[in-house]
């Protein structure tokens, strides 16, 4: 079992920065890949990064491509987000997860982190 916490969220203004993190507990030797995704209110919920927890591979949606960055410290247990340029449709609760596999769905959820962009 891999336990998640975010923190970070919280009310910035257009083209302002954030930095999101997730820290992982229990099994984390169990974790593969780890990732960012949000929800806006009335939409689905959007995969918008991902990290391997080994190795350089990242991911990114187009929709934050450039703006944001995926990190992770490892010998913390810790995933980062660094958001950048942040504007209003950025609006959402923020989730970390995490999976056993390098593919697929994830297994593990945190409780999430409101990010609100006013504009």
């Known amino acids: 079992q891999v336990y998640l916490a975010e923190s970070g969220g919280g009310l910035v203004q257009t083209g302002g920065s954030l930095r999101l993190s997730c820290v992982a507990s229990?099994?984390?030797?169990?974790?593969?890949?780890m990732g960012w995704f949000r929800q806006a209110p009335g939409k689905e919920r959007e995969s918008i990064a991902a990290i391997r927890w080994s190795g350089r591979s990242t991911y990114y949606a187009d929709s934050v491509k450039g703006r944001f960055t995926i990190s992770r410290d490892n010998a913390k247990n810790t995933m980062y987000l660094q958001m950048n340029s942040l504007k209003p449709e950025d609006t959402a609760v923020y989730y970390c997860?995490?999976?056993?596999?390098?593919?697929?769905?994830?297994?593990?959820w945190g409780q999430g982190t409101q990010v609100t962009v006013s504009s």
């Open positions: 229990g099994s984390t030797l169990s974790i593969n890949t």
């Open positions: 997860a995490a999976r056993e596999s390098g593919s697929g769905a994830y297994d593990y």
